[in-house]
């Protein structure tokens, strides 16, 4: 069974600074996609940014960017000059690349923003 | 175009009761899935839809239903609440073509059981 880790339950970073968000999952496929969503307190779930596998470049999608190590399992999100709007819980979710359209996701991070 | 929506956005319930839940996706979008959010289990898939057929189901007990309809929009039920029940139901809609699988998500229904 697939299963999605996130270590860092809580995360704080400078308003302007970088921050990364680590992602770890285990899997026994070899094609499958990863996301990282954002949930607002205003709780709508967002898509920041997604991985296709058989990708090697790391996707980038303005200041969010993430560094993918497949063999490692790793999928960590950096985000660059934090804003206070990125202040959110942050999800990392895995779903294999076939029709199950199932989400699996991990705990959570709480990223806080400090002005 | 028009978001995910839920209805309703919030909801009390007792224990025993049945509730019933409705997502309206994405115009375009024929693939339904609906998720369980509680600060303990985090986020559980209970079931997707697609073309008003139930194509894969979480570790769910039968209490959790659901149903798609011929324009999309699906429900899901819960018979017999529980307390445990109490939990941010969360619906996402994707067009399911091909390169396409972004999951839209909808704002929610808060559901309190007491």
């Known amino acids: 069974a697939q299963t999605v880790t996130q270590s860092q339950p809580e995360m704080s970073v400078q308003e302007a600074e970088t921050v990364t968000l680590s992602c770890t999952y285990d899997?026994?496929?070899?094609?499958?996609?990863l996301f990282w969503y954002k949930q607002p307190p205003s709780r709508q779930m967002i898509l920041v940014i997604r991985?296709?596998?058989?990708k090697q470049q790391n996707a980038t999608e303005n200041r969010f960017s993430v560094n993918f190590q497949k063999a490692a399992k790793s999928f960590s999100l950096k985000i660059s000059d934090s804003q206070l709007g990125d202040a959110a819980m942050y999800f990392c979710?895995?779903?294999?690349?076939?029709?199950?359209?199932?989400?699996?996701w991990g705990a959570g991070t709480k990223l806080i923003i400090k002005p | 175009k028009a978001g995910v929506t839920q209805t309703p956005r919030y909801l009390i319930k007792t224990r025993g009761q049945q509730v019933t839940l409705s997502c309206s996706p994405i115009?375009?979008?024929?693939?339904v899935s609906w998720y369980q959010q509680t600060p303990g289990q985090g986020l559980q898939f209970l079931f997707e839809?697609?073309?008003?057929?139930?194509?894969n189901k979480g570790n769910f007990p039968g209490r959790f239903s659901g149903r798609q309809f011929s324009n999309s929009r699906s429900e899901m039920n819960v018979s017999t609440l529980e307390l445990g029940d109490s939990a941010l139901y969360l619906c996402?809609?994707?067009?399911?073509?091909?390169?396409?699988?972004?999951?839209?998500f909808g704002p929610g229904t808060r559901l309190t059981v007491t």
């Open positions: 839809y697609f073309s008003e057929t139930q194509r």
């Open positions: 996402a809609s994707c067009h399911q073509s091909v390169g396409s699988n972004e999951q839209y």
């Open positions: 979710a895995y779903r294999r690349r076939d029709s199950n359209y199932q989400l699996i």
């Open positions: 991985q296709e596998a058989y």
């Open positions: 115009s375009g979008h024929r693939s």
């Open positions: 899997t026994s496929e070899s094609d499958y996609y």
